[in-house]
């Protein structure tokens, strides 16, 4: 049996429409969710940080709502993704390493999470700019998500093995641009895979609550599991596996279904 500790959980998990879908109660606060959503799940991806610069108080009350073995996965911030200032982000790479601090510390950080936009294609100047990003954050335990398929490339997955980069595994709408669903593992401490739903008409409208709009069925699920779940389980320690499709809470159902199919599979991810 693989040795590998499996964490299964959400990209996010602050949202009212959960409450209205019955996983929160009716009127739960926002500043009750997280430790509600952690008697349910060990790992949760904290999808704010992209929007805004974490705070190290901020991140230090939001570890203290959970069990001391839950692990974050942290977004890294738009302004060294998406809204690049030439002049000013390794300042803000030092700003966020600052305000991460409290999981790092607390060896709660399970990664962090450079999500690159469609536009990002491998270019000289991208590949550049990647290369200086990931410099700057050594140390971290890094995962990049390519949304351009031009990255889906040997060399690549190379590169990120000898810096110790997570490749992160994505399952996206089957369109010629997006980046495609792999099992490549490019770091032996971990793999790392996002759900976002297979919406490709959402997807296509850049509407997030038509974009995320998906339930995986069971059949897809044990797909998934037989064809790259159980094969990476062999060739890294831990893995972390988020679903994103949050808009009519599909996301929590299914990361529960997927601990259970897992488990009759042979696999024992971690719960609450």
Sequence with gaps: ???????????????????????????????????????????????????????????????????????????????????????????????????????????????????????????????????????????????????????ADPNVFGELEKRRICLVSVDAPDLPELFPPLDVITSADLFYIRFHGRNARGWRSGKMHLQFDYSYSDDELKDWIEKRVAPMTEKARRGILFFNNHVRAQAPENAERLIRLLKEHGLSPNVA
């Design 1 to 151: 049996m693989s040795g590998c500790l499996l964490f299964v959980g959400t990209s996010g998990y602050s949202y009212t429409e959960w409450a209205a879908a019955g996983f929160y109660p009716q009127g739960t606060p926002s500043a009750r969710m997280l430790s509600l959503y952690a008697k349910r799940f060990s790992v949760t991806e904290l999808n704010y940080t992209w929007y805004q610069m974490p705070r190290a108080d901020a991140v230090e009350r939001q570890r203290s709502r959970v069990h001391p073995g839950f692990l974050f996965a942290v977004k890294l911030t738009r302004t060294l993704t998406h809204e690049i200032d030439p002049k000013n982000w390794k300042n803000d790479a030092a700003s966020y390493r600052d305000g991460i601090a409290p999981l790092l510390q607390a060896g709660q950080l399970a990664a962090v999470l450079i999500q690159l936009p469609p536009s990002f294609a491998r270019t000289p100047g991208n590949r550049k700019y990647l290369a200086a990003l990931t410099a700057e954050l050594e140390g971290l335990p890094l995962a990049v998500e390519f949304r351009h398929r031009s990255w």
